[in-house]
């Protein structure tokens, strides 16, 4: 009697899609993207985004032979939740006690665009962040992922492991918050 387990065509297949999926190389060119999207959505800023992402996948490469094989894109969502965090607490140490600006990449002149143009995106951007920034975390990433990333409810509910109900909620009152603070701004001015 032979000590290997006798496997189905359907169970090898599945085996060796695991594998495949594991291997770092895979995992990396599969969710490099979505860890720059969690990233974005997790409060960092579009400068740091591929720092944050690196950084991510430098973690992912030490401890990938140690994961159980449950639900990558929460691990990494995990990781990325994370690394974003410690990633904005550098940053605000930075500007509090260096003073440092964030520099844009996209506030570079553009020839396709005239300054005026260029000025009026810049301050609605500017305008966005800030008030994204005065959401709570939970609100703020689930809008994000929704309404800008462009990822559904469901894959959401998958990536934070919270029910399906609590992602809609979370999105209703980072709408109505954000409408809220935007009237607020509206009437104070601008500013």
């Known amino acids: 009697m032979s000590s290997f387990p006798i496997r189905s065509a359907r169970q090898l297949a599945a085996t060796r899609e695991e594998e495949v999926s594991l291997d770092f190389d895979a995992v990396y060119a599969r969710w490099f993207r979505p860890v720059t999207r969690w990233a974005r959505a997790l409060g960092c800023r579009d400068t740091d985004i591929d720092d944050v992402a690196q950084d991510v996948f430098l973690i992912v490469l030490r401890k990938l032979a140690g994961f159980d094989g449950e639900n990558l894109p929460s691990w990494l969502y995990r990781i990325t939740a994370r690394t974003a965090r410690d990633q904005r607490r550098r940053a605000w140490f930075r500007r509090v006690i260096f003073g440092d600006k964030p520099h844009r990449l996209d506030a570079l002149p553009s020839a396709a665009l005239d300054p005026s143009a260029i000025l009026e995106r810049k301050q609605r951007q500017e305008i966005l962040d800030g008030l994204l920034a005065r959401l709570g975390d939970k609100p703020r990433v689930v809008f994000v ?10 894959e959401i509910a998958e990536l934070l492991e919270i029910p399906l109900a609590t992602v809609w909620s979370r999105l209703h009152f980072a709408r109505r918050s954000l409408m809220k603070m935007a009237a607020q701004h509206e009437a104070g001015g601008g500013q």
């Open 145 to 154: 992922l929704f309404e800008i990333e462009g990822v559904s409810g469901e």
